[in-house]
């Protein structure tokens, strides 16, 4: 039986990400339309998401939240206060929430919430497949069936991992979480290059992205390491030994370790300048 069989969830925040939790449950059979309740101030929105998921909506966080079991916390980053201030009340203990806020350290979520049962986490893109990675991290006041409710949710987007070091979310953020964003910048440098050669477009376009899925494919099943499957197509003075010299000088391994090092550098930031603006000034949240 699923850890979410005779869970109530709430989504806070229903965009993008939220949706893809609602699909990837709803399409594993995890949980019935019934058991999901979305939040959302625009009234075209929450009848999109009744008419193609089948779930109830509602206009105040505060009702989605009041008689839930799990929260998702699906916002973006600035309206954490905001929306804080208006679920704060009506949360009670035993509840379960889930972040998925880029940046919000679970000091700033607790605090501004009044609530410690609280995960965060931080998937990527893909998961809008069900093909994302999440990592994530359990306050020590989160249940073990709470753990396995977050994992079988977050689950639902992909793969997942439970880290027991925050620091690790942080760091996921700036290679799986941001990770997306390298492989596109890629796949176009790549596209562009093909045109250059003589392509059309769209044949360039099929040639990258069918050649990179088909590289993941083989890496993750062969479980080799990537330098041997790279040498494994690296012939002594062949085209790939005249492409990996290019790339070499022009310190491509470097550029990417200091944009993952950029992106983890601005993650901590966004969670110092979260916790600094929600920080209680008299003793009561803000």
Do not use: C
């Not at 939220?18 to 399409?27: F, H, W």
């Not at 979480?177 to 596109?184: A, D, E």
């Amino acid at each position: 039986m699923s850890p979410l069989a005779k869970v109530t969830i709430a989504t806070v925040g229903s965009g993008v990400m939220a949706e893809a939790m609602i699909a990837g449950v709803l399409r594993g059979r995890l949980v019935e339309p019934g058991q999901i309740v979305a939040s959302h101030p625009r009234a075209e929105r929450r009848e999109e998401l009744t008419r193609v998921h089948g779930i109830r909506t509602v206009a105040s966080n505060a009702e989605a939240v009041e008689g839930a079991d799990v929260i998702v916390l699906a916002i973006k980053p600035q309206m954490l206060g905001r929306v804080a201030r208006d679920i704060r009340p009506h949360l009670r203990p035993g509840q379960l929430v889930i972040s998925v806020l880029a940046g919000a350290t679970t000091r700033a979520l607790t605090g501004a919430l009044g609530h410690d049962q609280v995960v965060r986490s931080m998937p990527n893109t893909p998961a809008r497949l069900g093909k994302g990675m999440t990592v994530w991290f359990a306050t020590p006041e989160v249940t073990a069936d709470q753990r396995a409710q977050a994992g079988a949710l977050l689950g639902a987007l992909g793969a997942q991992l439970e880290v027991d070091d925050e620091k690790l979310v942080a760091m996921a953020t700036a290679v799986s979480g941001t990770g997306p964003t390298y492989v596109f910048l890629v796949m176009e440098a790549l596209i562009d290059a093909a045109v250059h050669l003589g392509f059309p477009r769209h044949i360039a376009h099929d040639l990258v992205i069918e050649t990179l899925e088909g590289s993941t494919v083989f890496a993750k099943q062969s479980g080799m390491h990537p330098a041997e499957l790279r040498n494994m197509v690296t012939s002594p003075g062949g085209t790939s030994a005249a492409a990996l010299h290019e790339l070499e000088s022009g310190r491509l391994r470097t550029v990417l370790s200091e944009a993952v090092w950029a992106a983890f550098r601005r993650t901590v930031e966004l969670g110092d300048q979260l916790e600094a603006a929600l920080a209680p000034e008299d003793g009561k949240p803000r």
